[in-house]
């Protein structure tokens, strides 16, 4: 079962609305939906709550330590709790999944991604969930860093959002453990991608004489 529920992002009101924060913004509508405030602990470098779901107790952690050392606040609350690797959720930026889609895998590796990398050095294994939020790709390796730094259109920001509220429906079931079908309620409750245009007949050809 899934324990500790983190999501992944820089502190600041100057990355708040950010692609880097889509963890931020899981995180910010299950403490909303859960009816918890997330207030600050520095003894886990992180803003964190504490509640009941399901019949357990579990955690939720917004890492206040910026991307590049997200392990330090995420090791030192699964430390003293006692919470094994493979019992924390995190959610975070997904470059390779298009805005409005939403995966989850356990374990593999951290793709670049600055935060997973430094939990997985903490942790001292990948063997942790990911909920990939995507964001899409500029295109070019080069313009990541500006990328994910930088605010999604406002089409974008809508698509996250709604990946969002679907996929937080499968929370019940992580917490129970029912990880089949927490995967199958976020994988098959994916918007339809759209259609190309249908291309207009043409008009009918003037006979010749």
Known sequence: MIRLFVGLGNPGPEYSDTRHNAGFWWIDQLARELGVSL???KGYSGLMARTQLMGQTIWLLEPQTFMNASGRSVGALARFFKIAPQEILVAHDELDIVPGQVKLK???GHAGH???RDIQA????????????????PGVKSEVIHWVLKKPSLDHRIAIDQCIERSLKAVPDLVQGEIDKATMLIHT???????PPRKPPEPPQAPTA
């Open 189 to 195: 409750s994916q918007p339809p991608r759209p259609k």
């Open 39 to 41: 207030a600050m602990d």
């Open 114 to 116: 600055n935060g997973l």
């Open 122 to 137: 903490q942790l001292g294994t990948p063997d942790f969930w990911r909920l990939r939020l995507g964001v899409g790709h």
């Open 106 to 108: 356990r374990g593999g």
